[in-house]
């Protein structure tokens, strides 16, 4: 029975992807499995959990060959939330493109591309092996790539080369890494490497013991778009179709804070002093540029494009104070910012049909014409900046207090003067998209084009709902992330569960 | 043979990463061939080569004598060449695309026309 939890989140995606396949250019019935597919990884992501959090880590060794020498899935309480957000988010993005995506896109394979890009992430959170986590980067990558570049025209040619030419690299990166581990520790098992690491480099000198993290950081740290290698981001995020940008915004980057939280809390935990030190420098200069480059923007999905950069600051802060608090901070700051970002950006579609444009210069009038708009975006909106009683909040309030108390007062000032100025962005976008007058052009468009807007607002609510449950239900939920950071803090629980258990 | 090796691969690294930073498409295109070229080589050269010890083990014996060739980065070299295959040729299919729909293969001029 954990073995199938265990291969759900992987097993579905792909039946769906290769169903959607069968189905081609019959988009009726593409459109039907797709949605049926993202909701059964909803209930896989919710049986896992609930699986996770009741009886403790699951792990399980397929084909049963035992742990380092076979291929390992596990799930840990971390990896059960980010599949289960991944689906929530996979599967309000599909009802949305459902309403929203050009049939053309359709018929050249979006929704396979769709759900296979889905089978990477779930892939990447639940695997136990750093060669079979590069092997589920490229499938994801793959389906990215493809989905980037889908539909063609300049910008979106532009942006896609940018975004394939840097994923690479990254990833070439990240298998010069995995050499140079395996041929000092002799194994790529996540577990396994946590002991082994720590023995191999008794011998080794310091500098090659310091070019191994830093070798993950970058290849990771571009994944993730941190400071100063998130200029693909901003540079391709804001051209391909609306559902589409909204789910790469949502979760892959977050793939890449995933891994980092990852190898820097099993493996690489020996040089904390160096390592999670230059973490959390990098995470106070992601910050800051990305909110500033927020600033500096005058286009919807590019200001939250730069957002994302910022935030990312958030999430790597929490790993780079490396406390229980800190991490348990992280997680849920990682799963209220895929709630929050995949929102605004799907919102930042409804508002360009309305309004015909992106530009907040010829934006205007949408409180007036469409309140309840209004209202949904100022759900996300807000808990983006951290106002209570919203999820973004608790997040941050959390990571507050996980940084007074390691005494490390400079990050936690940084994080919060660089709150103040995303809320600053945010009413950017509101006093120019929904507040002020519509444009003398612009409004005709909007009362025009306002037909049929209601579908894509399903889920879009649905998104808003769960940000402010996640507020009103903060207690339990930032318990459920500090027994995550707990776990991630002790890896000795993670280890055991896939070395000590399984099928010895 | 360790330190030709060494010299092979960092020289093939030094012309991937040249050639990425050119401005034509087709050559970022050769440099990222080159770079994944070279990451295979290093994965075969950290694990160590070791000439004619087969990773089988002896008979009547219970595990292998060391040194022996170990098949388990050649079983991940496999694995990334086919992954670089594919990714190559998508990769490939994109630049004539971008040739096609821009007229160019300039990575500065890819985007221009739109924004002015």
Same mark, same amino acid.
């Given at each position: 029975?954990?073995?199938?939890?265990?291969?759900?989140?992987?097993?579905?995606?792909?039946?769906?992807?290769?169903?959607?396949?069968?189905?081609?250019?019959?988009?009726?019935?593409?459109?039907?499995?797709?949605?049926?597919?993202?909701?059964?990884?909803?209930?896989?992501?919710?049986?896992?959990?609930?699986?996770?959090?009741?009886?403790?880590?699951?792990?399980?060794?397929?084909?049963?060959?035992?742990?380092?020498?076979?291929?390992?899935?596990?799930?840990?309480?971390?990896?059960?939330?980010?599949?289960?957000?991944?689906?929530?988010?996979?599967?309000?993005?599909?009802?949305?493109?459902?309403?929203?995506?050009?049939?053309?896109?359709?018929?050249?394979?979006?929704?396979?591309?769709?759900?296979?890009?889905?089978?990477?992430?779930?892939?990447?959170?639940?695997?136990?092996?750093?060669?079979?986590?590069?092997?589920?980067?490229?499938?994801?990558?793959?389906?990215?790539?493809?989905?980037?570049?889908?539909?063609?025209?300049?910008?979106?040619?532009?942006?896609?080369?940018?975004?394939?030419?840097?994923?690479?690299?990254?990833?070439?990166?990240?298998?010069?890494a995995l050499g140079i581990l395996y041929g000092l520790a002799g194994t790529l098992n996540m577990a396994d490497l946590a002991g082994k690491f720590a023995q191999a480099s008794a011998s080794q000198p310091v500098g090659v013991l310091r070019m191994l993290p830093m070798l993950f950081l970058i290849a990771f740290g571009i994944k993730a778009a941190a400071f100063p290698l998130?200029?693909?981001?901003?540079?391709?995020?804001?051209?391909?179709?609306?559902?589409?940008?909204?789910?790469?915004?949502?979760?892959?980057?977050?793939?890449?804070?995933?891994?980092?939280?990852?190898?820097?809390?099993?493996?690489?935990?020996?040089?904390?002093?160096?390592?999670?030190?230059?973490?959390?420098?990098?995470?106070?200069?992601?910050?800051?540029?990305?909110?500033?480059?927020?600033?500096?923007?005058?286009?919807?999905?590019?200001?939250?494009?730069?957002?994302?950069?910022?935030?990312?600051?958030?999430?790597?802060?929490?790993?780079?104070?490396?406390?229980?608090?800190?991490?348990?901070?992280?997680?849920?700051?990682?799963?209220?910012?895929?709630?929050?970002?995949?929102?605004?950006?799907?919102?930042?579609?409804?508002?360009?049909?309305?309004?015909?444009?992106?530009?907040?210069?010829?934006?205007?009038?949408?409180?007036?014409?469409?309140?309840?708009?209004?209202?949904?975006?100022?759900?996300?909106?807000?808990?983006?900046?951290?106002?209570?009683?919203?999820?973004?909040?608790?997040?941050?309030?959390?990571?507050?207090?996980?940084?007074?108390?390691?005494?490390?007062?400079?990050?936690?000032?940084?994080?919060?003067?660089?709150?103040?100025?995303?809320?600053?962005?945010?009413?950017?976008?509101?006093?120019?998209?929904?507040?002020?007058?519509?444009?003398?052009?612009?409004?005709?468009?909007?009362?025009?084009?306002?037909?049929?807007?209601?579908?894509?607002?399903?889920?879009?609510?649905?998104?808003?709902?769960?940000?402010?449950?996640?507020?009103?239900?903060?207690?339990?939920?930032?318990?459920?992330?500090?027994?995550?950071?707990?776990?991630?803090?002790?890896?000795?629980?993670?280890?055991?569960?896939?070395?000590?258990?399984?099928?010895? | 043979?360790?330190?030709?090796?060494?010299?092979?691969?960092?020289?093939?690294?030094?012309?991937?990463?040249?050639?990425?930073?050119?401005?034509?498409?087709?050559?970022?295109?050769?440099? +990222?061939?080159?770079?994944?070229? @070279?990451?295979?080589?290093?994965? !075969?050269?950290? #694990?160590?080569?070791? /000439? *004619?010890?087969?990773?089988?083990?002896?008979?009547?014996?219970?595990?292998?004598?060391?040194?022996?060739?170990?098949?388990?980065?050649?079983?991940?070299? +496999?694995?990334?060449?086919?992954? @670089?295959?594919?990714?190559?040729? !998508?990769?490939? #299919?994109?630049?004539? /695309? *971008?040739?096609?729909?821009?007229?160019?293969?300039?990575?500065?001029?890819?985007?221009?026309?739109?924004?002015?």
């Amino acid at each position: 029975m954990k073995d199938l939890l265990l291969v759900l989140p992987v097993m579905i995606p792909m039946s769906t992807g290769i169903l959607t396949l069968l189905a081609w250019r019959r988009r009726r019935l593409q459109r039907g499995l797709s949605l049926a597919g993202a909701a059964g990884l909803v209930a896989a992501g919710v049986a896992l959990f609930a699986e996770v959090s009741g009886r403790g880590i699951l792990s399980s060794q397929i084909g049963g060959w035992p742990a380092p020498f076979g291929i390992t899935f596990v799930a840990d309480l971390f990896s059960a939330v980010m599949v289960l957000v991944a689906g929530l988010v996979g599967f309000t993005v599909a009802l949305y493109s459902l309403a929203s995506i050009d049939p053309i896109l359709e018929n050249f394979g979006y929704h396979p591309l769709y759900h296979f890009l889905l089978m990477g992430v779930s892939g990447a959170f639940l695997t136990g092996d750093l060669f079979n986590l590069y092997v589920w980067f490229e499938v994801m990558l793959v389906s990215s790539f493809v989905l980037m570049a889908l539909g063609g025209g300049r910008r979106r040619t532009d942006g896609a080369v940018k975004y394939v030419t840097l994923n690479l690299l990254s990833s070439t990166l990240f298998l010069v890494a995995l050499g140079i581990l395996y041929g000092l520790a002799g194994t790529l098992n996540m577990a396994d490497l946590a002991g082994k690491f720590a023995q191999a480099s008794a011998s080794q000198p310091v500098g090659v013991l310091r070019m191994l993290p830093m070798l993950f950081l970058i290849a990771f740290g571009i994944k993730a778009a941190a400071f100063p290698l998130f200029f693909w981001l901003p540079a391709s995020y804001h051209t391909p179709p609306i559902a589409i940008s909204a789910l790469f915004a949502g979760l892959l980057t977050k793939v890449g804070v995933y891994a980092l939280i990852r190898v820097f809390s099993l493996i690489f935990v020996g040089d904390t002093a160096y390592t999670h030190t230059l973490i959390l420098v990098i995470a106070g200069l992601t910050m800051v540029t990305g909110v500033f480059g927020a600033i500096s923007q005058n286009e919807f999905r590019r200001i939250l494009s730069f957002h994302i950069v910022s935030q990312i600051g958030y999430m790597i802060m929490g790993l780079g104070l490396g406390t229980p608090l800190g991490l348990a901070a992280a997680v849920f700051y990682i799963a209220h910012h895929i709630v929050v970002k995949t929102n605004l950006f799907l919102i930042s579609g409804v508002v360009q049909r309305l309004g015909g444009t992106l530009e907040l210069g010829k934006l205007g009038g949408l409180y007036a014409a469409r309140p309840l708009l209004a209202g949904l975006f100022l759900v996300p909106a807000l808990s983006l900046a951290g106002v209570p009683p919203l999820s973004g909040f608790f997040a941050k309030l959390g990571l507050v207090q996980a940084g007074v108390a390691d005494g490390r007062y400079l990050i936690v000032a940084v994080s919060l003067a660089v709150s103040l100025l995303t809320l600053y962005s945010m009413t950017k976008i509101w006093n120019e998209a929904f507040w002020k007058k519509a444009p003398e052009a612009g409004g005709g468009a909007a009362a025009a084009a306002g037909a049929g807007i209601r579908t894509p607002l399903v889920p879009i609510a649905l998104l808003a709902v769960v940000t402010v449950l996640v507020g009103l239900a903060a207690g339990p939920v930032f318990g459920v992330a500090e027994r995550a950071g707990a776990q991630l803090a002790r890896p000795a629980g993670y280890i055991e569960a896939v070395l000590g258990g399984g099928n010895r | 043979m360790a330190v030709v090796m060494a010299f092979v691969i960092g020289g093939l690294f030094a012309a991937g990463i040249y050639m990425m930073l050119r401005r034509s498409v087709v050559k970022l295109l050769i440099g +990222l061939a080159l770079l994944t070229q @070279s990451v295979n080589l290093l994965i !075969f050269d950290a #694990a160590q080569l070791v /000439r *004619a010890r087969i990773p089988i083990v002896p008979e009547g014996g219970h595990s292998l004598i060391p040194p022996y060739a170990d098949p388990l980065p050649q079983a991940f070299i +496999l694995t990334a060449i086919v992954i @670089s295959f594919g990714v190559t040729s !998508f990769a490939v #299919a994109l630049a004539y /695309r *971008a040739l096609r729909t821009t007229g160019t293969d300039d990575l500065d001029r890819i985007g221009e026309t739109e924004r002015s």
